[in-house]
């Protein structure tokens, strides 16, 4: 059943992706010989805090390596139409992973609404979601459904890597 909910046509080929990149610092102090692993920081967003880190696991004379990881996190979002959606049943795809990339996910949101957007895992809570909502709402209401995918990248990178500091004016 089509709900009376009026939605968003889907532009066509229309799509907004966030990049956000951050890295990680490893230190590894020496043991028997050998290396082990101390600890990795959080995820660290800017450069300044990157070596920061750096020049703290520096100081400890125990430190026999530092390691770092660059993280990259895509996020892509387009509208889509509700004929779009995975069937009923159908389990959401995982969006194709990009070379490079460690891991990836996709969900749903329902925009336009006077509430936040929610996490829609499937297609069946999509239609769920429209279907309920269209009651309380009326014929007026507009509703943008917004397919989201992630991809997640990690590579390793050395301090050279990190882009500079910007100096402050």
């Given at each position: 059943?089509?709900?009376?909910?009026?939605?968003?046509?889907a532009a066509?080929?229309?799509?907004?992706?966030?990049?956000?990149?951050?890295?990680?610092?490893?230190?590894?102090?020496?043991?028997?010989?050998?290396?082990?692993h101390e600890?990795?920081?959080?995820?660290?967003?800017?450069?300044?805090?990157?070596?920061?880190?750096?020049?703290?696991?520096?100081?400890?004379?125990?430190?026999?390596?530092?390691?770092?990881?660059?993280?990259?996190?895509?996020?892509?979002?387009?509208?889509?139409?509700?004929?779009?959606?995975?069937?009923?049943?159908?389990?959401?795809?995982?969006?194709?992973?990009?070379?490079?990339?460690?891991?990836?996910?996709?969900?749903?949101?329902?925009?336009?609404?006077?509430?936040?957007?929610?996490?829609?895992?499937?297609?069946?809570?999509?239609?769920?979601?429209?279907?309920?909502?269209?009651?309380?709402?009326?014929?007026?209401?507009?509703?943008?459904?917004?397919?989201?995918?992630t991809l997640?990248?990690?590579?390793?990178?050395?301090?050279?890597?990190?882009?500079?500091?910007?100096?402050?004016?």
């Amino acid at each position: 059943m089509a709900p009376d909910i009026a939605e968003v046509p889907a532009a066509a080929d229309v799509s907004a992706t966030d990049r956000q990149v951050s890295w990680s610092v490893s230190v590894y102090r020496g043991q028997d010989g050998g290396e082990v692993h101390e600890y990795t920081t959080h995820r660290l967003a800017t450069p300044a805090r990157v070596r920061e880190e750096c020049e703290l696991a520096a100081e400890r004379p125990w430190v026999v390596r530092v390691a770092l990881t660059e993280h990259v996190r895509e996020v892509t979002r387009r509208s889509v139409d509700r004929w779009e959606l995975p069937g009923h049943g159908v389990p959401t795809p995982s969006p194709v992973l990009a070379s490079g990339a460690v891991g990836g996910a996709r969900h749903y949101q329902v925009h336009g609404l006077e509430r936040e957007p929610c996490r829609l895992e499937s297609g069946d809570a999509v239609r769920a979601c429209l279907d309920w909502l269209q009651p309380q709402l009326g014929a007026d209401a507009v509703a943008e459904v917004v397919e989201v995918s992630t991809l997640h990248f990690a590579r390793p990178v050395t301090l050279a890597g990190i882009p500079p500091t910007a100096n402050p004016a």
